[in-house]
């Protein structure tokens, strides 16, 4: 199980905000070996992990810690995919939120949980998937998420008046004051989730270039590709998706894995045992997984990790690890480090367009 990927419609927009800051996204993308055919291909992903480095490492280029923000002024509907698309021929702005969140998947996958729209009190709310915790290389991922939607609201209806408030689960970063740029409204850091909150009212304002037989057009063919990737999991693919956003300071137990399921323990446990594994084996395998990835991949403190993965401890952490690969994390993560360097930057660049290959 890796931690996730996104369309390289992502990097293109990142690309093109390096540039307009200054930088050089031709010599960037040389280094990780993204070609102009990679970044024209319908189907090419990357990993979450390898955007977040591309991403820091386009800040220290441009010198501009709100690269993140920027993006959210060149991302258009597109960039989206079929997500966007469907939003700009929405009705309205409640169903550009929903299409907006319910379609992510098909352009941005992660395993540990996904975008959201509810609406409370009359008041809408995005809220895009906590990566917490938050380090360098990943403040610019929920800047260029909050930003990226605040901009297509605008673009969508004509009209800048829409949200009252963007809350930000971080605390304040040292660019804090740039925020201003970006959102003429209150900018919450701190907050319980990454949201933006709508006005009340906003939600029925009309969407400009609405056209109800071209959207209907887009979410057949949007829901047919949501099935193809649904068809491409089996029932331990889908158990361990879900028991993934569940590992937060503690292991969940297979009935709150079973309710999330909708069905019972007692048929939970037999469709495991007809794919021949078990919960316990199937949870162990995807904490082995995703422990092997963070460290790996990304650079959270063990104790971090640990967290992440439901341990009670790091120590506990270190004696599943070494059960699992035969080393210790930190010394895994030398050696994974190491053989990156030897070997060159690796791309991690796949045409695979769907969670079941992540």
Known sequence: MKLGDLSVTYVEVLGRTLNALGGDSAALFADYGISAETLSSPDARISIPRYMRIGHDAIQRCHNPALGLEMGLHMQASHFGKAGLLALTSADVRQACQVLTQYEVLSSYNSRGASSFRVSHGEGQLNFYSISPYNEFNLFVVDMALSSWYQLLIRLTGRKDL???????????????????YFPCKVRFGAPSNTLVLHSGALAVPVVQHCASVHEKLRREA??????????????????????????????????????????????????????????????????????????DTALTLGEIAYLLGFGSVGAFQRAFRRWTGEAPGQYRIRHRTDQGREGIPAHISTASSPSSS
């Open 163 to 181: 949200v009252a408030a963007v809350d930000i689960e971080f605390p304040e970063p040292d660019y804090a004051d740039l925020y201003r740029r």
């Open 223 to 296: 829901d047919q590709e949501l099935a193809r990737v649904q068809k491409g999991l089996s029932y331990r693919d889908q158990v361990a998706g879900t028991i993934s956003p569940l590992l937060n300071g503690e292991a969940p137990r297979l009935e709150t894995v079973a309710r999330r399921l909708n069905t019972t323990p007692w048929s939970l446990r037999r469709r495991l045992q007809a794919e021949g594994v078990n919960f316990q084996q199937l949870l162990d395998q995807t904490r082995r997984e995703l422990g092997e990835a963070y460290v790996r």
